[in-house]
Nanobody, 114 residues
Framework: VQLQAFGGGLVQPGGYLRLACAASVNIRSVFRMAWYRQAPGRQREWVASITGGGTLDYRDSVKGRFTISRNFAKNTSYLQMTSLKPEDTAVYYC?????????WGQGTLVTVSS
């Protein structure tokens, strides 16, 4: 399983970005797809997830601002991020769970700064 993340960049506070995670497998068969992030000097933290059945979940600090979604035809998950704050600055990683295994993408840097 390979995951490739896209879409990071520099954005001003209040701005938006959409991250994408392209998987090398059919994502209909996965248990869960998720996004994590790791800010400088901090541990990696879970941000959002979507289960195979379509259940969505978000960490409290991004609820109402971030939206996770997926496209089965493209085997891709997305993280739409709006109203970005400086504290959202981090390397964002996509994650896929299948058959009890976790797989990670390479990470994409999101910097929120004026």
């Amino acid at each position: 399983v390979q995951l490739q993340a896209f879409g990071g960049g520099l954005v001003q506070p209040g701005g938006y970005l959409r991250l994408a995670c392209a998987a090398s497998v059919n994502i209909r068969s996965v248990f869960r797809m998720a996004w994590y992030r790791q800010a400088p000097g901090r541990q990696r933290e879970w941000v959002a997830s979507i289960t195979g059945g379509g259940t969505l979940d978000y960490r409290d600090s991004v609820k109402g601002r971030f939206t996770i979604s997926r496209n089965f035809a493209k085997n891709t998950s997305y993280l739409q991020m709006t109203s970005l704050k400086p504290e959202d600055t981090a390397v964002y990683y996509c994650n896929l769970q299948r058959a009890g295994q976790h797989y990670w993408g390479q990470g994409t840097l999101v910097t929120v700064s004026s």
